[in-house]
């Protein structure tokens, strides 16, 4: 069988010397153009993190990337003799098509430009939308991507985070936990007062300053209902507040203070009385009626 | 009143060394080419340095293998990480113009290190301080609260060996008067001093311009007049000499009272 080597095809005949150039020239471009690209988005990235925050790192990085990206191809079209202007031209008549049909996306696009803007909150920041709570790990074009705590991971579109109400758990470096402390109405209020805050002051979690306090809420329906306020770092929240239940109901029952249950009082017309109880059978007969039964 | 503020030879095989910082039972021993060293807080103060409590099993040690092998460490008194929020004993106001000296009790840290190389093994307070805020609810610092107060004399004051004096010259350069309830001591730039069979720390010098500016604030690294210089048992955690512009006296956290929910 005979063979036939790639010299035998005569390629030269259909491929051009100056293809061969342009294409070198395109891989080179290529070659040199992404590794410099990516050195400099890494660059960009951790220089920004270090010098402001991780926000910016991002958003830095993903600057310098998606420019970079642009005169790559710019310079790639440039080699391969392809004009930007009709491209350009082509590109208004279908951006305005595809404007019609990806109205939530640009939508989405602009509202991560305000929130950019506006900066409601940053990477690694715990925040609440809606029954969300997690941590964001980054704020893209089109959405901002949480960790939740059960980890799972939670997309929200930047439209949804412009719209709807946001809470930032970790702006600012100190928060109030507000411990809901019931107590039974026979209980001295003072006493309570002085157990609520000794276990305020011995708490390890809360601060000295802002003082804690004691706030009268309500008279409940079995129970008088107090608050102690206490605040606390806001990374130490959770610890707060688990250690403080734990301490109030353990200090309550040292000093023998109630923690009611809900409890009904049954009352007969008058208040004060007790219950009317009307005895229909003698104990001999209910006797007799339960043998009967029985047999 | 025994010195624990020296170098230890800590030696396999051999009982563990054992000294108490204020409540913190210390244990220090050699072991498996190992330094092992466990704390406990204790119920009550003790009446001198050299308490002696029982090392049950139920104690948890930190351990270190480190390359020196050394077996000399150096115990030395330390200022805590954090500012410190000192009250004064009594509501004070400063008239314009006017500067006064403060001493104030801090409670110090013990740090545990390798004698020849200076690696810190661990750094251990002497009493439990509580945390608090110095600041606004938007900003501020995370400071420890004082468990003394800032007094004019230190003379009727008993002297605890884990509690550096501190003297404060305060000058009031404002035109108007300087109230003074509380403010916040940046200890990290002072060294500890050994003087007089005390601790003592370099006097610190606060100018006061108004209540809506920040105080200067240096540290002379000098010891008050009339105490020879002693011996420098620690240097300051962040050892920089220039003056520091810093909030000290103005507390902003006013809204505590205001909000209902």
């Keep these: 069988m005979d063979s036939t080597s790639v010299s035998d095809l005569g390629l030269e005949n259909f491929v051009s010397e100056e293809f061969w150039m342009l294409a070198i020239r395109v891989a080179i471009i290529l070659a040199l153009g992404f ?26 990085g993903k600057i310098v990337f998606y420019t970079g990206l642009t005169i790559l191809v710019v310079m790639v079209m440039g080699q391969l003799g392809l004009s930007l202007a009709p491209l350009l031209g082509a ?36 925040i609440t939308v809606g029954n969300t709570t997690g941590i964001v790990m980054s704020i893209d074009m089109l959405s901002a991507k949480l960790r939740t705590f059960d980890n799972q991971f939670v997309r929200i579109p930047n439209e949804t985070l412009i719209k709807t109400e946001v809470v930032n758990l970790t702006r600012f470096p100190i928060r109030r936990f507000d411990a809901l402390v019931s107590v ?25 300053e802002p003082e804690p306090q004691v706030i009268f809420n309500a008279f409940g329906a079995s129970s ?72 | 009143m025994a010195d624990i503020w020296k170098d230890y030879d800590v ?37 001198s340095t050299g308490g002696s409590a029982e090392l049950d099993e139920a104690i948890s040690w930190s351990r270190w293998a480190h390359k020196s092998g050394s077996n000399r460490l150096s115990i030395r008194p330390v200022f805590p990480d954090l500012p410190i ?34 690696y810190i093994l661990k750094e251990i ?41 501190c003297p404060i010259w305060i000058t009031n350069k404002a035109a108007e008067d300087l109230h003074f309830e509380k403010f916040c001591f940046r200890v990290e730039r002072l060294g500890i001093h050994r003087s007089d069979n005390q601790l003592w720390a370099g006097e610190t010098r606060i100018v ?30 962040n050892p920089i000499q220039t003056s520091l512009a810093v909030r000290t006296f103005k507390k902003l956290f006013d809204d505590t009272f205001i909000s209902a929910r």
């Design chain 2, 208 to 237: 006061y311009h108004g209540e809506d500016a920040n105080s200067d604030i240096s540290m002379t690294g000098k010891l008050p007049s009339g105490l020879d210089e002693g011996e420098l048992l620690s240097r300051p955690r």
């Design chain 1, 184 to 208: 039974a109405y026979k209980e001295e209020l003072g006493k309570v007062r002085e157990v609520l805050m000794e276990v305020a002051e011995k708490n390890e979690y809360t601060l000295a």
């Design chain 1, 91 to 126: 590109a208004g008549i279908l951006g305005v098509a595809l404007g019609f049909a990806s109205q939530t996306s640009v939508s989405n696009i602009i509202s991560g430009l305000f929130l950019i803007a506006e900066q409601p909150f940053k990477v690694d920041d715990i």
């Design chain 1, 35 to 60: 590794p410099i690209l990516f050195m400099l988005r890494g660059w960009a990235r951790s220089f920004f993190t270090k010098r402001y925050a991780t926000h910016y790192g991002m958003l830095a």
């Design chain 2, 125 to 165: 307070p002497s009493i439990e301080l509580s945390k608090t805020w110095f600041g606004t609810p938007l900003e501020g610092e995370l400071c420890y609260w004082s468990p003394t107060k800032a007094r004019r004399s230190l003379d009727k004051v008993e002297s605890m060996p884990y509690l550096v004096n």
């Design chain 2, 11 to 47: 030696e396999a095989g051999q009982s563990p060394i054992e000294f108490m910082s204020g409540r913190r039972h210390v244990w220090i021993q050699q072991r498996n080419e190992e330094t092992w060293i466990a704390d406990r807080l204790e119920d009550k103060p003790p009446a």
């Design chain 2, 85 to 118: 929020v000192i009250s004064s004993e009594y509501p004070l106001t400063i008239s314009s113009g006017t500067r006064i000296q403060i001493f104030s009790r801090i409670p110090v840290w013990v740090r545990i290190a390798f004698a020849d190389s200076s």
């Design chain 1, 224 to 295: 008088i209902d107090l608050q102690l306020r206490v605040w606390g770092q806001s990374d130490e929240y959770l610890l707060l507040k688990n250690s403080i239940y734990e301490e109030v109901k353990k200090h309550l029952d040292e000093a023998d203070i109630e923690i009611p249950f809900p409890h009904v009082s049954l009352y007969s017309g008058e208040a004060t009385g007790a219950i009317p109880i009307e005895i229909t059978k003698d104990n001999q007969q209910y006797a007799e009626d339960k043998s009967d039964l029985e047999e």
